[in-house]
């Protein structure tokens, strides 16, 4: 378990959040208040719980998948049914108790169970209540099923990922699911802030759509300014050149001379000053305008050399290089080790089971891993102990179907 020492008090201690959500953005939202101390309550459908717990194409010792394991940590689980009045019932009592709600059901779904904003609100008015979908709560896409595929597709980030020659590729990450999930999280920490002023809680509509568009800052300033609509570039980009994956004696290797300073360094460094009085090259417009022929002759010189050693050769320059990693040689470089970017937790099914640390430090207030993701209605009797539900209640639950003990 892991766990830093500190003595102060983590940031959302004491702050209660009422995960109502599966799969990705969602999860990993609440999964990020929960590291920095919240109370995260997890309301999973009985038998079968969040969808990714049985996802994924191979088994862990238990029933809970590895992705499962990656995004819910620090959070406890009660298995209540909905559907059943008196899981409502036992829900309403919970939101009485919360000050975060997070729920990424498709539009209507919350309403139509009787426990969407509306009816909340007049709960508990101090509820932040934060929904994420695949298109929003408005719009004529409402009410379509998203996932991240469909969010890349549709908002044009897969018009520009990948080579022009190609066919449509994805990015190799959820970028709409995590950017939602970050959105989402900023969103909410800002509305608990305006809060603490006006004592009101407040409705959030998160998209993973409207993530994905938001990401699109370059593309979108290059046809807002040019009229030219964003094309494919493969590694490279419309800011600036070289600035992309080149070709060397065994693979490739990014880098990037990002200004003119650079990129008379990198002409000097390669032993090719007569690119810089290159009228083709002279200019960072020039060097985009030209940028096949440019690589062309880049790549004449990079042939000769393997990826480490241009990358050594040019960081000692002061230009920015790096290799291409796969996962696992990023996670176990020094500098990802030194990061403590893999963590380990303790499971009670699992043994050590590994986890993607936390992306930002804090240094009075760092995350902590509390508790490990939970089993499936693991904190259910405890959740309603808290409650006060004694047991006629709990045997009357038992009999609603409400959850399962």
Not at 130 to 137: D, E, K, L, W
Not at 181 to 206: H, N, W
Not at 266 to 291: Q, S, V
Request: hydrophobic share 45%; proline share 7%.
């Amino acid at each position: 378990m892991i766990n830093s020492g500190a003595t102060n008090p983590l940031p959302l201690a004491g702050v209660r959040v009422l995960d109502v959500s599966q799969v990705m953005a969602g999860p990993y939202s609440c999964m990020l208040l929960a590291d920095l101390g919240a109370d995260v309550i997890k309301i999973e459908p009985p038998g079968t719980g969040d969808q990714t717990r049985g996802a994924m194409g191979f088994k862990m010792k238990g029933a809970d998948s590895m992705g499962f394991l990656n995004m819910n940590r620090n959070k406890r689980s009660v298995a209540l049914n909905l559907k059943s009045s008196a899981g409502r019932a036992v829900f309403l009592r919970l939101v009485k108790t919360a000050d975060i709600l997070v729920e990424n059901y498709r539009p209507g779904v919350m309403k139509r169970l009787g426990i969407d904003y509306a009816v909340l609100h007049e709960v508990n008015p101090a509820l932040i209540y934060a929904s994420i979908s695949g298109f929003g709560q408005t719009g004529p896409w409402a009410d379509r099923p998203g996932f991240d595929l469909m969010a890349q597709a549709m908002s044009g980030v897969m018009s520009v990922t990948g080579y022009p020659d190609g066919p449509p590729v994805k990015a190799g990450v959820p970028v709409a699911d995590i950017g939602c999930a970050l959105f989402a999280t900023y969103a909410i920490l800002a509305a608990y802030i305006g809060r603490t002023k006006s004592g009101e809680g407040q409705f959030i509509d998160a998209s993973l759509f409207d993530a994905a568009l938001a990401f699109s800052i370059w593309d979108t300033a290059q046809y807002w300014g040019t009229g030219v609509e964003p094309y494919k570039l493969g590694t490279a980009n419309h800011m600036s050149a070289p600035y992309q994956a080149l070709k060397s004696a065994d693979g490739y290797f990014v880098m990037g001379a990002t200004n003119q300073k650079l990129w008379s360094l990198l002409c000097a460094k390669i032993g090719r000053p007569e690119l810089c009085d290159d009228a083709r090259f002279m200019t960072n417009p020039l060097r985009l305008a030209n940028r096949l022929e440019l690589v062309a002759e880049l790549e004449k010189t990079f042939i000769t050399r393997a990826s480490t050693e241009w990358v050594e050769l040019l960081l000692a320059e002061g230009i920015p290089a790096g290799p291409i990693n796969t996962y696992p040689e990023a996670f176990d470089s020094a500098h990802g080790k030194h990061r403590q970017m893999r963590i380990e937790i303790d499971h009670p099914i699992e043994g050590k089971v590994p986890n993607i640390g936390f992306a930002v430090k804090l240094s009075a207030t760092p995350q902590q891993v509390r508790m490990p993701p939970p089993l499936l209605g693991e904190h259910t009797a405890s959740i309603l102990a808290e409650l006060g539900v004694n047991e006629v209640e709990l045997a009357s639950l038992t009999a609603d179907g409400a959850f399962q003990p």
